[in-house]
């Protein structure tokens, strides 16, 4: 009896991934075994090329390995509970744990600079620096857009136009009229919030995915005007030149009168570079420790809220439409001072840096990390900035695994890898208080 | 007034190519309630396997017409049918498990595969252009430009003409299926009430993944229809495709089958005008200025029902 059981199991498997294995080759057939190209010198001749190993291997792959998951996993009449969840603390990071992590991050980004110089020398750790400062601004991004996704609840699609916004606004201030990084760095703020009012006003009304797509629309626009806008922003080929912060007046440059001369120090590119790590780190603890205090303010309360069900928010007197107004401008802000930091870093901006692909992973960050927690953020950052520059070799296939990484993270767990925020306020478990999306997975 | 003419030939014919695919984001809206941002992702890789398959076939502006034809009609039906798993697959993997997630979540796994499928393209077929020879190059002339020559000459090109009558040809077969077929009746019934439907016995999961193989097929279509007219294709045609296209599908009334193919042809009238009339740089902005304008005007779109909001 019991043989017979497993003997159909095994059937059952086999079928299984028979028909998984049959898919694959009917998706692969054409798209991975031939290859159509370009002949070279023959005019504009196609040809294809055969690769039908490949079919046969990725075939041979998905019949072994859903052979393999059904027959330890899932077909069995005692599967193993792969709670792959368990591994994870309860409830994301505990308080301790994240505490600990924190500061721990906190501190490292401190010293990280003076540690990798001593360590490699000013020439060796120059690369390691512009890796931190890459993470950082992303780290900048991503707490920005936590603002508007996280804590709000609202899709943006189009955050990258934004940080377009704050880049251009400081080369192109600096441009035509010569103003310097420090009072840019404001406006650049001043103006992207502005612009986020004036897209979000009219789009806030619309639904999750509707505004998702018109904030998608929204960037695409912005991108397409600097593009095309010639005489203005330089059309693809950018702004060059964009003048370099100074360190309270002092410029980082040889000589008399520079950074290095004034403290007696011998001269040194990796000063600026030092100097940028630190910047752009002020300026991410500075959203980042606007972002906590506002959380506890009425505005962030209200976000929260938003978040969790937007009807009972109208319901109990709150203005949706000026609350998400709010948390659109800010969270535009964060990406305008982020862009202007960018821009002074490169010295050279281009349409080119602002596609939708630069939203697409700053959302990725905000979401992979736990939507609306801060250290999730970071943490996701520094996974996925580094990740990106440590396969730079595989360059045509990181954005394809990112792609399917992101997939695979949404599904395996849709609250996030990292840790999840919950509502800062919310009823006590006696009064039955269950936020409103766990009673949409069911949880509830 | 022959520009005008010319012009709205050639809006009709892209006009067709984006209701083709607007078609399978309404249908999937109706069904599920997300944007199935991969759609356009899914017409990219229809039209390379129609590509594919027209180079392995060996066809060219030389085969003889009769030939031609039936080729072509065979490489329609086994790109419908491949790019239909490729849509299957793509619900199976990134959309099914996370039904009654919340609402999000279903929107990023399908950036996620829309990310996923371009790069896969990029890496498989590599990222250069891909120029088809045309297959048909001949045209109707229906005016002769003046007496003196100089006025326009309006051209009505075989493939125009073919474009507009394959769509004609597949929404009318299309729309018998939705409206006299188990499988369309089904399907309305679970865009109606998900659960009601299953209860009475329709099987939702599968109605759901026959609505996301519709579309794929009527992405593919889409796909071999903007690789004759246009000539090439590359990885990233999807992108402003289905952006367009979800356009045509918001204004038409996201959920309404009609309104597709209306918002679709509006679309690809007001871009091709636009272009014609004002400036080329400026046409995405202006389809994406139209979305943005429908959307807050008149959320519901042409022909859609408006949504009612529940607790």
């Given at each position: 009896m019991q043989a017979r059981q497993k003997d159909s199991l095994l059937v059952a498997s086999v079928k299984d991934s028979l028909g998984a294995a049959v898919i694959t080759f009917a998706l692969a057939c054409v798209m991975i075994g031939l290859r159509v190209d370009v002949a070279s010198g023959r005019g504009a001749e196609l040809f294809l090329e055969h690769r039908w190993l490949a079919v046969a291997v990725a075939v041979l792959v998905v019949f072994a390995g859903r052979l393999a998951m059904n027959i330890f996993f899932w077909k069995r009449e005692d599967p193993p509970s792969l709670n792959l969840s368990g591994l994870m603390p309860k409830g994301g990071l505990g308080a301790g744990s994240s505490n600990i992590i924190k500061y721990g991050l906190l501190g490292l980004a401190v010293v990280l600079p003076f540690v990798l110089m001593f360590w490699l020398g000013a020439r060796g750790s120059r690369q390691y620096i512009d890796l931190a400062i890459l993470v950082l601004t992303y780290v900048m991004l991503g707490w920005g857009l936590n603002i508007v996704v996280g804590l709000a609840g609202l899709l943006d699609l189009g955050y990258v136009a934004f940080y377009a916004v704050g880049a251009y606004s400081y080369a192109l201030l600096?441009?035509?009229?010569?103003?310097?990084?420090?009072?840019?760095?404001?406006?650049?703020?001043?103006?992207?919030?502005?612009?986020?009012?004036?897209?979000?006003?009219?789009?806030?009304?619309?639904?999750?995915?509707?505004?998702?797509?018109?904030?998608?629309?929204?960037?695409?626009?912005?991108?397409?005007?600097?593009?095309?806008?010639?005489?203005?922003?330089?059309?693809?080929?950018?702004?060059?030149?964009?003048?370099?912060?100074?360190?309270?007046?002092?410029?980082?440059?040889?000589?008399?009168?520079?950074?290095?001369?004034?403290?007696?120090?011998?001269?040194?590119?990796?000063?600026?570079?030092?100097?940028?790590?630190?910047?752009?780190?002020a300026m991410a603890l500075f959203t980042n420790f606007v972002t906590m205090r506002l959380r506890r303010m009425p505005i962030g309360r209200a976000w929260e809220a938003l978040r969790e069900d937007e009807i009972a928010c109208r319901a109990l007197g709150i203005n949706t439409t000026n609350t998400k107004l709010t948390a659109f401008a800010l969270g535009a802000m964060f990406a305008g001072f982020a862009g202007s930091f960018f821009a002074t870093r490169q010295g050279f901006i281009s349409p080119e840096s602002f596609t939708f692909l630069e939203s697409a992973i700053i959302l990725a960050i905000v979401v992979l990390g736990g939507l609306g927690s801060q250290i999730g953020v970071v943490i996701a950052a520094i996974v996925m900035i580094g990740g990106f520059e440590f396969f730079r070799e595989f360059e045509e296939y990181r954005m394809l695994v990112f792609?399917?990484?992101?997939?695979?993270?949404?599904?395996?767990?849709?609250?996030?890898?990292?840790?999840?925020?919950?509502?800062?306020?919310?009823?006590?478990?006696?009064?039955?208080?269950?936020?409103?999306?766990?009673?949409?997975?069911?949880?509830? | 007034m022959d520009y005008f003419l010319q012009q709205l030939i050639n809006g009709v014919t892209l006009g067709s190519i984006y209701g083709l695919i607007a078609i399978g984001y309404t249908m999937v809206y109706g069904i599920i309630g997300m944007i199935n941002f991969a759609h356009g992702d899914i017409f990219m890789v229809g039209s390379f396997v129609a590509l594919i398959l027209i180079v392995a076939l060996g066809i060219t502006a030389a085969t003889p017409v009769l030939l031609l034809i039936l080729a072509l009609a065979l490489v329609l039906v086994v790109a419908m049918a491949l790019t239909a798993v490729w849509g299957w697959t793509v619900e199976r993997i990134a959309y099914r498990p996370l039904r009654g997630s919340f609402r999000l979540a279903p929107l990023i796994t399908a950036i996620g595969a829309s990310i996923a499928l371009q790069n896969f393209v990029q890496v498989s077929q590599g990222a250069k252009n891909k120029p088809l020879q045309p297959l048909f190059s001949g045209s109707f002339q229906l005016t002769d430009g003046g007496a003196d020559g100089s006025g326009f000459i309006v051209n009505l090109s075989y493939i125009q003409i073919l474009i507009v009558v394959t769509t004609v040809i597949l929404m009318g077969g299309f729309t018998y299926l939705i409206n006299n077929t188990n499988l369309g009746r089904s399907q309305r019934a679970c865009e109606q009430d998900r659960k009601m439907a299953s209860l009475l016995g329709v099987n939702v999961d599968r109605t759901i993944s026959l609505t996301f193989v519709m579309g794929a097929s009527l992405a593919s279509v889409a796909g071999l229809m903007f690789l004759l007219y246009y000539g090439v294709v590359d990885f990233y045609i999807g992108f402003l495709a289905g952006v367009k296209a979800f356009t045509a599908a918001v204004l038409g009334g996201i959920?309404?089958?009609?309104?597709?193919?209306?918002?679709?042809?509006?679309?690809?009238?007001?871009?091709?005008?636009?272009?014609?009339?004002?400036?080329?740089?400026?046409?995405?902005?202006?389809?994406?200025?139209?979305?943005?304008?429908?959307?807050?005007?008149?959320?519901?779109?042409?022909?859609?029902?408006?949504?009612?909001?529940?607790?």
């Open positions: 600096a441009h035509y009229f010569g103003f310097s990084f420090w009072l840019c760095l404001p406006l650049a703020g001043i103006l992207a919030a502005f612009w986020g009012i004036i897209l979000g006003f009219p789009v806030l009304r619309l639904r999750g995915d509707y505004l998702a797509i018109v904030t998608l629309a929204f960037g695409e626009i912005i991108r397409v005007v600097l593009l095309n806008w010639y005489q203005f922003t330089g059309g693809p080929d950018g702004l060059s030149g964009i003048p370099r912060p100074s360190f309270f007046g002092l410029e980082f440059t040889r000589g008399e009168g520079g950074f290095a001369s004034f403290f007696g120090l011998d001269y040194s590119s990796i000063h600026r570079i030092i100097f940028l790590y630190y910047l752009i780190f792609g399917m990484i992101m997939v695979v993270i949404m599904v395996w767990k849709p609250r996030g890898l990292i840790s999840s925020r919950t509502p800062s306020v919310a009823l006590s478990r006696n009064a039955k208080g269950i936020s409103a999306d766990l009673v949409q997975e069911g949880h509830g | 959920g309404s089958l009609p309104g597709a193919m209306l918002g679709g042809l509006l679309i690809g009238l007001i871009e091709t005008f636009w272009s014609g009339y004002f400036s080329v740089e400026y046409k995405d902005v202006a389809a994406f200025s139209i979305l943005a304008i429908v959307l807050i005007f008149m959320p519901e779109g042409l022909l859609g029902q408006p949504e009612v909001e529940k607790v």
